[in-house]
Nanobody, 117 residues
Framework: QVQVVESGGGLVQPGGSLRLSCEASGRPFSIYDMAWYRQAPGKQREFVASITATGTTNYADSMRGHFTISRDHAKNTAYLQINSLRPEDTAVYYC???????????WGQGTQVTVSS
């Protein structure tokens, strides 16, 4: 059974940093392309960043330079580093593990990030 579990969210002051983690288990981590999405209150879920199994990254244009995605195969974990946090970054951040060859998508339950003074 595939499980995707996010962690690392919390309450942060503006200008602070967070690193979100996403552990994917159940199958070899290397089969997944990993991605982060976020959903702010009252808004649709939006794409933030993705990383392939070989490390190729892609960012939403508005997110570039503000977020950094990475992955550690030894820990079966993908990360999202967020620097210079702003109140508009407040959202639930979701991790997605995509197994392209099988046409499968797996979502985590989300982790809340709140940016407030």
């Amino acid at each position: 059974q595939v499980q995707v579990v996010e962690s690392g969210g919390g309450l942060v002051q503006p200008g602070g940093s967070l690193r979100l983690s996403c552990e994917a288990s159940g199958r070899p981590f290397s089969i997944y392309d990993m991605a982060w999405y976020r959903q702010a209150p009252g808004k649709q879920r939006e794409f933030v960043a993705s990383i392939t199994a070989t490390g190729t990254t892609n960012y939403a244009d508005s997110m570039r330079g503000h977020f950094t995605i990475s992955r550690d195969h030894a820990k079966n974990t993908a990360y999202l580093q967020i620097n210079s946090l702003r109140p508009e970054d407040t959202a639930v951040y979701y991790c997605n593990a995509r197994w392209i060859t099988a046409g499968s998508n797996y979502w985590g339950q989300g982790t809340q990030v709140t940016v407030s003074s």
